[in-house]
């Protein structure tokens, strides 16, 4: 999906191979990469990186990337800059400040008039080894003349710094990062690419790095082995970054560099080598997201901002995509012939987290309507099962970010096996995207909060529009295709409508948040909007959910029914709806409180439940897309209510580089 700005016409780069393990052997120090896992190695790390180099103060430009890149990771954050061109006898010439805590604490230990015009920053996430200011990159070596950043797990970092000791290298930091930084200045003879390309030899494990070096002022070395990290070709300066967020402020050309590659820069120039040396030619891509897209514009929070979003980021996921001649979809980027789509006989979904739960509704449509087999399967699940590839699947590689490890690695197997695989992405030129044989980007503009919101809906209106294109190659009518095209069109501002429910939900969150189970249920495509609404309940306000499929709390969930315990049901408006509101009675008659969404006007609903909230009449097969806002609202102000933080929640990251 290389940098493509818009809608039909998706161009996918070809795929470049996942090398799994580097060539090349390294002059003095052994080769370790193949030595087992270190536990310390479990160290995970989803964080974000950004380098400048150009004429401007660069720690300001780092503070406010840094800023950006907050959302990926966020107990530590830190700079180094050089401290100007003039630096004393024995004095360090690399500055380090790292911290502890949110950008906010690293702001505040930087000097407002810092000199220095290039240097690189970080912001960490760990679940394991000590969030100190210590831990927090960049890391130096001993010398302190070399200052490293790193996304990423170093496996083999505990034989390496064992054998860096051994060499008179000094640790400070419990990291396996930093045995990078050693490694660099132990390979350095005055050319800081050499180096770095030296000590990536050695490395079994996953990174996106960025190095300096005190001799070469003005110089940034990037690196990129499963963690992503783009350039920023500025005027008369260079960036990099983790997440084109860091980038967008200053430049809105960039390049995405791939597996194995390894960029050296300077303000006016950069250079793309592979591991082999060869040199390899940039490919210049414009992004499209404006910046504003990534402010918070007047909200509270981005998580407020992106629900409230929805009706225009599902408007944009449709925009162009709607054959209203033929009463179907147009899907460019899928890259497929029609005849190719037609022979397509089963469809398989792999995904995590929230893009699973689009991809679990997409495939039930996929069956309903285009009759075809269709199974969503969680990525962490497929990668290690000994999946049998079928000829004539097609397997879509469902994700917000583009990034999830599970879901590249699961994809990866797919593709070694023979099967093609195609992107659902949102991110622009992200790995799955680039990786991917071909796919649809969903367009919801960036989605900052940890929480996925209007991803989600718009990965649904990816899945509507493929539905679409499916059924009316087999037997769906073009009279179908139109009603269906017709109720599609309308989902935005059917969207826009529940969204005006947020005042009504507010005072039932305010009403429920204290309690500390919730029961989700719903059937048939309302069945994984359940899970949805679970998940977005558990993962920012901590309260525990479970969702469940209505018609099987009687075989064991209403074992937790009681007065404590309420359940929110979500009622369908077709032949289900009975079914449902027996199962409401069930709930009911066991002292249950009930929060039921159903539509608008069921006086049915309204005189069972405790709390009645009346979503927009949509057809059926539609009431997924109303059903959602109300769902994120109650969890958002939940979350409100319980006084946490609901952009950044604790224990979690945007993109889950890790397995
Ligand atoms: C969503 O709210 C979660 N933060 C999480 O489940 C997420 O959907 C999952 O990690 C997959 O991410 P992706 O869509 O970027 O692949």
């Known amino acids: 999906m290389t940098g493509e700005a818009r809608g039909d016409s998706l161009s996918y780069s070809a795929r470049l191979p996942f090398e799994e393990a580097r060539a090349g052997a390294v002059s003095r120090l052994p080769d370790l990469s193949g030595r087992g896992r270190d536990a310390a190695g479990k160290e995970l790390l989803m964080c974000g990186i950004v380098g400048y180099t150009g004429q401007r103060q660069a720690s300001r430009i780092l503070v406010e990337g840094l800023k950006r890149l907050e959302y990926r990771g966020y107990d530590s954050a830190g700079i180094a800059v050089r401290k100007d061109e003039t630096v004393k006898e024995g004095e360090a010439p690399l500055l380090v400040i790292k911290k502890k805590g949110k950008i906010a604490e690293l702001r505040k230990a930087v000097p407002k008039d810092l000199p220095g015009n290039y240097g690189i920053g970080h912001t960490r996430w760990a679940t394991h080894g000590g969030v100190t200011d210590v831990n927090a990159h960049p890391h130096l070596d001993t010398a302190g003349r070399v200052a490293i950043v790193h996304n990423g797990i170093i496996e083999n970092y505990a034989p390496l710094k064992e054998m860096l000791e051994n060499d008179g290298a000094v640790f400070a930091s419990d990291t396996d990062s930093e045995v990078i930084a050693h490694l660099v200045a132990y390979h350095y003879e005055g050319d800081l690419e050499s180096a770095v390309k030296a000590a990536l030899r050695h490395l079994k494990g996953t990174y996106g790095i960025a190095a300096v070096h005190a001799d070469e002022p003005g110089r940034i070395v990037g690196a990129r082995n499963g963690s992503p990290l783009v350039i920023g070709v500025g005027d008369g300066e260079m960036l990099l970054a983790s997440d084109v967020t860091a980038l967008l402020a ?47 514009e007047g909200f509270s929070s981005y998580m407020e901002k992106e629900i409230c979003e929805q009706p225009e980021s599902i408007a944009r996921a449709l925009s162009g995509r709607m054959d209203l001649e033929y009463g179907s979809a147009k899907l460019g980027g899928l890259e497929l012939s029609k005849k190719e789509l037609h022979a397509i006989e089963r469809i398989r979904v792999i995904a995590a987290g929230t893009s699973w739960h689009a991809g679990l509704v997409g495939c039930q449509l996929m069956e309903s309507v285009a009759r075809l087999p269709a199974q969503a399967e969680l990525a962490s699940e497929l990668r290690y099962r000994n999946p049998v590839v079928e000829p004539n699947s097609l397997y879509l590689a469902v994700s917000q970010s583009g990034e999830t490890a599970d879901t590249l690695y699961a994809m990866r197997e797919i593709q070694r096996r023979g099967g093609s695989v195609l992107g659902v992405c949102n991110v622009v030129g992200s790995t799955i995207a680039r990786e991917s044989d071909g796919g649809i980007y969903v367009h919801s503009g960036p989605e900052i909060a940890v929480a996925s919101t209007k991803a989600f809906t718009s990965q649904l209106a990816a899945f509507y529009l493929l539905t679409l294109s499916l059924a009316r190659l087999h037997d769906m009518s073009h009279h179908e295709g139109d009603r269906f095209l017709k109720e599609l069109k309308a989902v935005p501002e059917a969207v826009g409508r529940s969204l005006l429910l947020r005042d009504r939900i507010q005072a039932i969150a305010k009403r429920y948040a204290h309690h500390r189970d919730f029961l989700f249920l719903g059937r048939g495509l309302l069945y994984p909007i359940a899970l949805e609404g679970a998940l977005k309940l558990k993962e920012i306000s901590y309260i525990h959910a479970e969702g469940y499929a209505s018609g099987e709390i009687k075989h064991g969930p209403i074992a937790l029914v009681s007065p404590e315990t309420p359940s929110v049901f979500l009622v369908p408006n077709d032949h289900l709806r009975e079914k449902t509101i027996s199962n409401m009675r069930e709930i009911k008659a066991r002292g249950g409180p009930i929060i039921a969404l159903a539509e608008e006007g069921d006086e049915d609903v309204a005189a069972i439940a405790d709390e009645f909230i009346p979503v927009p009449a949509v057809e059926t097969r539609f009431q997924p897309f109303v059903m959602v806002p109300p769902l994120q609202f109650f969890s958002y102000f939940c979350a409100l209510e319980r006084g946490c933080d609901v952009d950044q929640p604790r224990n979690l990251a945007k993109s889950v580089t890790v397995e």
Do not use: Q
């Open 250 to 296: 200053h430049t809105t050309s960039v390049v995405y560099l791939n597996d194995g590659e390894v960029v050296s820069m300077s303000p006016r120039e950069f250079r793309i080598s592979d591991r082999d040396d060869r040199a390899v030619d940039p490919k210049i891509d414009l992004v499209t997201w404006k910046l504003d897209a990534i402010e918070k």
